[in-house]
């Protein structure tokens, strides 16, 4: 059964009951039905509907509206309430009950809009800008990188509602579950509904690669598509469809691939009123041979794979800059010590050995975030290097998070990648396999504020003799305005000792909102030896405080730091060519690049790191 509705200028609703009715006789024959429809999470009278239909012979569906005067909508968890009804249907032939159908769904209208400063058709090819019940929806989101334990098959439902809970709890209003795995289990999207988290669906797994062209295979793919959203557009939370993956990368024909899309969004708008963007990212020379525009969206992945380039603030400000969404944004880092015990052997925790390789620990490019990020490579004791690569994850999310929420509304949503991932690994996850949040949550849970005071800044190394500036901004994704409020800004040097002190008044913080309001300029690192941080409070007009944010920086030289990073890039790119390429992680070992004479001894000897 299908609750297909629609919601009216006059704040009524009209509720379409379809349903699939199958009569098995060989003639036709009328049936009663008895609708009802009820408040699943709030109190309301009943509102029922008697009606007969004569059916013939077969499958047929069936169509009832019901009106509802008041209609109770259901809303993200930082728009408004998850308002949600039972709709339950019984069918009788004459006295005798046939069959009886319920389910739980949310009334809400989903549409999409351009984003601001991008032109159709020239710059984009599609809305990129969502809208829930005519509020606009910012979206704060993860990739999924599940079903959580997809290789043993041992996760709970209650293992959803705790990871659902956790990211909501880090503030974010929306996973997008994309092209890499399976659609979720129907826990996964009931758990969302109850907790006002919207979901961004790649409908099926179409990620990276070709498909076939023959029409027979073709219309399984397309039938496939249905058959998921059909299962899943009663739950309010679904929001958005996206067709594939990166699909667009190494597609053998454009032009197919751009059609095949397509065609997919044609099958499932068929069947659910939402927006729908053929794939991600599109902006790839392949995605531009298939007719789409260059500012179609960005993965904020180059920083990672390019390690050395750029450091992360000048990577942002320059290569991720200037697109309607951002669909994946990545940073890796190590699960706890306590996790990393769980499967890592003992012999190899420290320093690592193979096994870390055999989990996806990049450990040249974890040293490299550490050292963009603190100054050192952190390498003192296994727990200073875990917790290292920890905080420079979530520190260069913060960073770039912050960034990119300064462009609302012309940027409209960010997905980090991932929120978890499917098995033990040292790579994306957020929240590692055990359940477990890594420092970075943390840092994304400040970044992710709904209501976020939050510090522009163009470096992270500053001179003892240069003025440290930037501006304060206020984000605010709230449909409340706040007025009367209080800035407090700090900055303390390595000792403890506050340096700069000031206070400043805002009139009114706008709803829905993204405005700078304070610049700054402080003449006071002259006293500040390696590093320095400031510190941010807003509060209402009552003395609460709604917002708090923090950073350090470091003292050094921007440029100088930038061309140390560079020759450490030329130096990874030349030890993952010579030993292997970046898929293979031999080359951080010298048993098996030769360096030095050293030779691997199978069951002999335990291979250790290099650089460690």
């Known amino acids: 059964m299908y609750a297909n509705n629609t919601i009216n200028k006059d704040g009524s609703a009209d509720v379409n009951l379809e349903i699939t009715v199958e009569n098995t006789n060989k003639v036709a024959k009328e049936f009663s039905f008895e609708a009802a429809l009820n408040g699943k999470n709030f109190k309301m009278k009943e509102q029922k509907v008697n009606f007969k239909k004569t059916i013939q012979p077969g499958t047929h569906k069936v169509i009832q509206k019901i009106h509802l005067k008041e209609a109770k909508l259901w809303w993200p968890w930082d728009l408004g309430d998850q308002n949600l009804y039972t709709a339950k249907i019984a069918v009788k032939d004459g006295k005798l009950n046939q069959d009886i159908n319920e389910t739980t769904f949310g009334i809400r209208e989903v549409t999409s809009k351009w984003n601001p400063g991008f032109v159709k058709d020239v710059d984009v090819t599609f ?70 988290m919207t979901v961004w669906q790649d409908m099926i797994p179409l990620g990276t690669g070709n498909i076939p062209s023959d029409e027979k295979n073709l219309a399984e793919i397309f039938n496939e598509g249905v058959k998921v959203v059909v299962e899943r557009r009663n739950h309010p939370s679904l929001i958005m469809m996206e067709g594939g993956e990166e699909m667009m990368f190494r597609t053998r024909d454009p032009k197919f691939g751009r059609e095949f899309l397509e065609r997919l969004g044609d099958s499932l708008q068929a069947y659910v009123d939402l927006p729908y963007v053929p794939d991600s990212p599109m902006t790839d020379h392949v995605g531009q041979q298939a007719g789409f525009k260059p500012k179609e969206a960005v993965h904020a992945l180059r920083y990672f794979y390019d390690m050395g380039k750029w450091l992360h603030e000048d990577w942002y400000q320059t290569k991720a800059d200037g697109y309607p969404i951002v669909p994946e944004f990545a940073i890796t880092s190590v699960p706890s010590v306590e996790s990393l015990k769980k499967f890592i052997p003992e012999e190899e925790l420290w320093t690592p050995g193979l096994s870390w390789g055999h989990h996806w620990a990049d450990l040249t490019r974890l040293r490299m975030q550490n050292w963009d990020v603190f100054g050192s490579e952190m390498k003192g004791s296994l727990e200073e290097f875990v917790n290292a690569t920890q905080d420079a994850q979530g520190i260069i999310f913060q960073n770039g998070i912050e960034h990119f929420r300064r462009d609302k509304p012309s940027l ?88 700069a002190n000031k206070t400043f008044s805002i009139d009114k913080i706008e709803e829905n909102s993204a405005k700078s309001f304070f610049p700054i300029n402080e003449k006071v690192l002259k006293s500040v030896k390696s590093k320095f941080f400031v510190n941010l409070e807003l509060t209402d007009k009552s003395g609460k405080v709604i917002s708090k944010n923090d950073y350090f920086f470091l003292i050094g030289d921007q440029k100088e730091a930038t061309k140390h990073f560079n020759a450490w890039k030329d130096e990874r790119l030349k030890n993952e060519n010579e030993n292997g390429g970046y898929g293979s992680y031999y080359h951080f070992f010298k048993d098996f690049t030769g360096e030095d004479g050293q030779r691997y001894e199978s069951e002999t000897q335990i291979p250790r790191a290099s650089g460690f």
């Open 412 to 499: 409209s949503g960010i997905a980090l990648c991932h929120y978890i991932t499917y098995g033990p690994d040292m790579k994306w996850a957020i929240v590692d396999n055990y359940r477990k949040p890594k420092n970075s949550y943390y840092f994304v849970q400040k970044a992710y504020q709904p209501l976020l005071v939050n510090f522009e800044f163009k470096k992270r190394r500053w001179d003892t003799k240069e003025p440290f500036v930037g501006n304060i901004w206020v984000i605010n994704d709230y449909y409340k305005s706040y007025k009367d409020c209080t800035v407090k800004f700090e900055m303390k040097d390595d000792s403890g000792k506050v340096i």
């Open 127 to 196: 809305p990129r800008s969502t809208y829930i019940n005519g509020k606009f929806h910012f979206i704060r989101s993860a990739c999924w990188g599940g079903p959580p334990n997809i290789f043993v098959g041992r996760t709970e439902t209650s293992d959803y509602k705790e990871l659902i809970r956790l990211a909501k709890e880090m503030n974010m209003n929306n996973i997008r579950i994309f092209g890499w795995h399976p659609p979720e289990v129907p826990e996964f999207y009931q758990y969302c509904d109850e907790m006002g």
